[in-house]
């Protein structure tokens, strides 16, 4: 039961073979067994957990049909906010705070019937790509705990793949969603930008930023987007005239036949691990063998993404971040001298050291004298990685590549060097400057580290990758592979 | 390049330790370095992107949709007195 599908959990309870709270308290159990050793969740409570149980089951005892999450357990990254318990961002400046409100997505969520089981530990302010920037601590990898798992959403991601929530919520940025998901060998979704409400997200970089699934399986992660998904009249950014297909019948799809997919020559490239090359060059020849045409495409702009994302990303951060003044929410530093001194002093002690180095990085870009040569250059060569994706997509359905050049590295083993860190994202970023929806799944193993494999669509076209992505996930079995270390105290199935 | 870390971080409105300045000096002008990069392509009449989608932003009826929640509100902040956020005097 632990490694079960949400689908599966579901299938159980709808067929009143297992109860909601059975459902919880297993994983209860699970992460008090194993969060010592992963730091996932930075935020528990099981009387909480248990009370939505409850409801859950009496919900569907008093009424004919189940609402589609019914009883399933979902943990969310620390970076939504919930009436419940704290959002602190996995930020020192954030240590005293309590949301007043829920942010739409998890009111989506508690709509669908899910159960809320905790907040997931995090890169501070969703900092970072290896979760070892939280103020609670680094968050480690279940494949091998003294690796990273990816990140800004490590902890979302160690959780499901240790199984000790059978889906969680994350964030992505530049990859925060995808690049963990690939690190942990589990599954996740970046949405088009506009397709999920950002209102009650804790803002990083507002035209970048999404929120989506992180699951064991494709399916499962179109159940919990298109639970979240929707336009919200309070996010002017949530499109109200999304286009919106069956994604659970998208899943259904076994096989490629006729599907044309894009091989972009910019994203093969040195510097990419040669096992994960192997891997990803495998899955492309499996997706050959299920009917695909695979047409080598160029992405000319690619090498300049990274560099267009760290004057975008870090400009509109520092423009985002300018509300913890301390004043209203926040941490204040002791007996302030005057008004200048308590911002400084108390910005200086909340933030920790990546989050500043981001702060500083959009200042100076947006400072007087710089704003053309920096903002405004990146945000021109955004529009040519966009055009990249558009003439891309003239000639083939999908774009496949690898999610990160690079398996789970050790814990350390990047803090000391901000740039070699950023340029983990390499793969990622490009989707995010191009508000496209993309997914990473499991597509295979290097001395026993999980490999991603990402899926990239035209704007709008979340279908499409999830029966991609489905028709692999049948025909490998990956996605179905378990951490050893939290395999053996599995319960009955 | 060199820049003035300590310039750039009081328009943030944060206050440097020296260690920290130090540290951050070469840090921030390596990630200036690489991003300078940007400066080989031609972006000549090119448009700046704007919004992803180039969407149109959605109007709403101008109509009031927030309570008053005053204290849950100020619940979270550090310093109140009598419903107002108390800061440092600002005038002397």
Redesign the interface.
């Known amino acids: 039961m632990p490694f079960s599908s949400l689908s599966e959990i579901k299938s159980r309870l709808d067929a009143g073979e297992t109860s909601a709270v059975e459902v919880a308290q297993l994983y209860l159990g699970r992460i008090a067994a194993h969060n010592g050793s992963l730091n996932a969740f930075v935020h528990i409570d099981p009387a909480h957990v248990l009370a939505q149980a409850e409801a859950s089951d009496r919900y569907r005892s008093e009424h004919d049909a189940p609402r589609p999450l019914e009883g399933l357990p979902i943990a969310v990254k620390d970076i939504f906010c919930t009436q419940d318990g704290p959002t602190r961002c996995c930020s020192r400046i954030l240590e ?3 949301a ?1 409100y829920d942010a739409q997505v998890i009111t989506h969520l508690k709509e669908a019937g899910a159960v809320l089981v905790g907040k997931t530990n995090m890169d501070e302010f969703a900092m970072g790509s290896s979760t070892e920037t939280s103020a609670f601590g680094p968050c480690r990898n279940p494949w091998d705990i003294e690796t990273i798992p990816g990140g800004s959403s490590g902890g979302s991601a160690a959780a499901v793949a240790a199984a000790l929530t059978p889906a969680a919520l994350g964030t992505d940025t530049g990859g925060s969603i995808r690049q963990p998901a690939s690190l942990t060998g589990i599954t996740g979704l970046k949405p ?3 397709r999920v409400s950002r209102r009650g997200i804790i803002a990083f970089a507002s ?1 970048l930023d999404q929120a989506g699934a992180m699951t064991r399986t494709v399916k499962d992660t179109a159940m919990v987007t298109a639970a979240i998904s929707g336009h919200d ?1 309070g996010d ?2 949530s ?2 005239s999304a286009p919106v297909v069956d994604w659970l019948g998208a899943c259904d799809v076994t096989d490629m036949k006729g599907l044309r997919i894009g091989r972009p020559k910019e994203y093969f490239i040195e510097g990419m691990d040669a096992g994960v090359r192997a891997s990803v060059e495998a899955a492309l020849e499996k997706c050959r063998e299920l009917g695909a045409e695979i047409i080598d495409i160029s992405l000319p ?1 690619t ?2 993404a ?3 994302y ?2 975008i990303a870090p400009s509109e951060a ?1 423009a985002n971040l ?1 509300r913890y ?8 530093c002791d007996n ?10 108390s ?2 002690e909340g ?1 920790g ?1 990546e989050v ?2 981001r ?7 947006l ?1 007087s004298g710089y704003y053309d ?2 903002y ?9 990685i ?1 055009q990249d994706f558009i003439k891309a997509f003239e000639q083939v359905d999908l774009i496949a590549t690898p999610t990160s050049p690079i398996t789970a590295f050790k814990l350390g083993e990047k803090t000391d060097d ?2 070699t860190m ?1 340029l983990s994202d390499i793969y990622t970023i490009a989707v995010n ?3 496209l929806p993309g997914l990473s799944q499991p597509c295979g193993f290097v001395d026993g580290m999980p490999v991603g494999l990402q899926w990239i669509a035209p ?1 709008w076209r979340e279908e499409s990758v999830l029966s991609a992505a489905s028709a692999y996930e049948a025909a490998t079995e990956w996605h179905s592979r378990v951490p050893a270390a939290f395999g053996s105290d599995g319960g009955e199935s | 390049m060199d820049i003035d870390v300590n310039k750039v971080a009081m328009l943030a409105r944060i206050r440097l330790t020296d260690d920290e300045a130090a540290e951050l000096g070469p840090q921030l002008s390596g990630i200036l370095g690489y991003i300078e990069t940007l400066s080989e392509v031609d972006t000549e009449g090119v448009a700046a992107t704007a919004h992803p989608h180039d969407a149109a932003m959605p109007l709403r009826a101008n109509v009031v949709t927030n309570t008053n929640r005053r204290d849950e509100l100020q619940a979270s902040a550090p310093q109140t007195e009598s419903g107002l956020y108390v800061v440092p005097k600002v005038i002397e």
Do not use: N, W
Request: net charge positive; glycine share 6%; proline share 4%.
């Open positions: 005293d705070f309590h007043p088009t930008y506009g035209s009249s002017a950014t499109v109200e702009h090498k300049y990274v560099a267009a760290y004057v520092s300018s003044d301390s004043v209203r929410f926040g941490h204040r302030p001298e005057d008004l200048l001194d308590m911002y400084t002093r910005r200086d933030f050291s500043k180095r702060i500083l990085t959009g200042a100076f870009a400072s040569a920096y405004l250059k990146a945000q021109q060569v955004r529009t040519l966009q901000p740039l950023y400057l191009a508000g704007a």
